[in-house]
């Protein structure tokens, strides 16, 4: 999960937190109803951009979204058959923009500061007795841990490769399935060692 953020800070660590994830919910809301394949290369081509700009580090991040391209295969191939091609390119091109500059919000954001955005939001959850912390820690744990289970998969499938020379698909499912246990494991580890997860205040 650390090894996912660029520890060499950019010009996008500088932004606010609830900035960057603003700005990706809206961006999100706003192409999600779009069927222009010229939107959709535009929106890739930014993607590209941004991660051009984050450095050399980040541009290597972008081979962690390899898991992701069977699932896009699939999905244009379904599109295909069904006789619109456009349409499939347009939800490739959708899915992938907007998963990369996702990424890009976790490599440039402190969990902390995804806490400190997201609390606020949840502070009515407070009334009914749960605490708006630790709803605001595993909203930004699942943010945080998207990538990392990605390159999870992609580790796994290189070593895979390393010793028979196929990639592992289906027969990677039990390994991943396990190293996602431990990971989870080491996690609820760390935060029992520093207290748990908040709890609300009781009267």
């Given at each position: 999960?650390?090894?996912?953020?660029?520890?060499?800070?950019?010009?996008?660590h500088?932004l606010?937190?609830?900035?960057?994830?603003?700005?990706?919910?809206i961006?999100?809301?706003?192409?999600?109803?779009?069927?222009?394949?010229?939107?959709?290369?535009?929106?890739?081509l930014?993607?590209?951009?941004?991660?051009a700009a984050?450095?050399?580090?980040?541009?290597?991040q972008?081979a962690?979204?390899?898991?992701?391209l069977?699932?896009?295969?699939?999905?244009?191939?379904?599109?295909?058959?069904s006789?619109?091609?456009?349409?499939?390119?347009?939800?490739?091109?959708?899915?992938?923009?907007?998963?990369?500059?996702?990424?890009?919000?976790?490599m440039?954001?402190?969990?902390?500061?995804?806490?400190?955005?997201?609390?606020?939001?949840?502070?009515?959850?407070?009334l009914?007795?749960?605490?708006?912390?630790?709803?605001?820690?595993?909203?930004?744990?699942?943010?945080?841990?998207?990538?990392?289970?990605?390159?999870?998969?992609?580790?796994?499938?290189?070593?895979?490769?390393?010793?028979?020379?196929r990639?592992?698909?289906?027969r990677?499912?039990?390994?991943?399935?396990?190293?996602t246990l431990?990971?989870?494991?080491?996690?609820?580890?760390?935060l029992?060692a520093?207290?748990?997860?908040?709890?609300?205040?009781?009267?």
């Open positions: 999960m650390i090894s996912l953020y660029l520890a060499q800070r950019t010009w996008a500088r606010p937190a609830w900035l960057k994830l603003g700005a990706l919910a961006l999100s809301l706003l192409v999600t109803p779009l069927d222009s394949l010229p939107v959709m290369m535009a929106l890739l930014a993607a590209l951009v941004l991660y984050l450095g050399r580090e980040a541009v290597r972008i962690l979204l390899r898991p992701l069977p699932l896009l295969v699939i999905l244009f191939a379904f599109h295909l058959w006789g619109d091609a456009r349409l499939g390119a347009v939800s490739v091109l959708r899915i992938l923009g907007i998963v990369m500059i996702a990424n890009a919000v976790t440039t954001t402190r969990m902390d500061e995804m806490m400190d955005a997201i609390e606020p939001l949840l502070r009515p959850l407070a009914f007795g749960v605490a708006p912390r630790a709803v605001a820690l595993m909203v930004a744990m699942m943010i945080r841990f998207v990538p990392l289970i990605f390159a999870l998969w992609e580790a796994l499938n290189e070593a895979y490769r390393a010793r028979t020379g990639r592992g698909g289906w990677l499912l039990a390994p991943f399935c396990i190293q431990r990971l989870s494991n080491h996690v609820a580890e760390a029992a520093r207290g748990g997860a908040p709890r609300a205040n009781r009267r």
